[in-house]
């Protein structure tokens, strides 16, 4: 299910650094680092996108290389003096007020101009490769959570949502702005919103283009917990602590729930090629509308301490 993003199609090479085994500290790249918390076995990883806070083909590699350490692991990691359990993976942002702004539309733009479908292919399939893994709790017997500090749109929802719970702070806002230029998320988000809340407010949340805060999107079901703002980090470790006697359960429990509410592999790609197609109908006025938002997350740049 691996896919690869040659970089004479994505234009970009990014080497990844290999993470020290003996340090509850990983870094990746620039772009992303991962910590792992013995007191509560869970394990963080942080993006830090640059030039924008999007997933970039560079972001998108690092990411696959992350999983790939934690699906390599087994589920145990050697800290040094002990082997501890990976019981929690917790996604997570270095940066100030954004948790992610979704795809890369400036790529989007160029690809389609030049009406290149197989770059297209390629990054949404890169895109639904990660977000598979995530939603798959990477086949573990382990917990999947997503912590959201902020602006919360496009596909870094479709990340949000591929987490067995999601935690948020009050300040979080979510959407799906692609209806704006004529597209729609197609890296997984009707099928997440699908089995969590329907198919009819499923299809309103994304057409609509509408932002929501972090309460209405409580209130609708598609989040978990709402935090006070600073207080994102807080609550993750009270719902770890909350759970320390039933951990093993719940995490059985929504094993059951992927079964039964199943997405599958075949559905995610039959949903990128609808993707494909759609963007490629995109017409010059709709690309200068994706290019406005291009210049919005142009203006979210600048990183946070990494956990």
Known sequence: MEMQIPAA????????????????????????????DRQTRALWSRWTAAPRPCFNAGLLSDIRAYYNFVAESEGQLDCGDTTEPIEYVILASGMPGVFQLGGDLDLFR???????????????????????????????????ISLVQGECLG???EAALSSDLIIAERRSRFGFPEILFNLFPGMGAYSFLDRKVGQRRAEEIISSGKIYTAEEMQALGVIDVVAEDGEGETAVNALIKQRSRSRNGMAALAAVRRRVHQISYEELEDVVDVWVDAALRLTPRDLKLMQRLVSRQNGLQEPAVVH
Request: proline fraction near 5%; charged fraction near 25%; glycine fraction near 8%.
């Open 110 to 144: 160029q690809k389609i101009e030049r009406r290149d479908r197989e770059a297209l292919s390629i990054y949404g399939r890169a895109c639904i490769d990660v977000l598979y893994r995530n939603y798959r709790g990477h086949d573990l017997p382990l917990t999947t």
């Open 9 to 36: 199609v994505i234009d970009v090479h990014h080497a990844v650094v290999k993470p020290d085994f003996g340090s509850s500290e990983y870094r990746f790249s620039p772009q992303l680092q991962a910590h792992f």
């Open 155 to 157: 596909g870094g929802f």
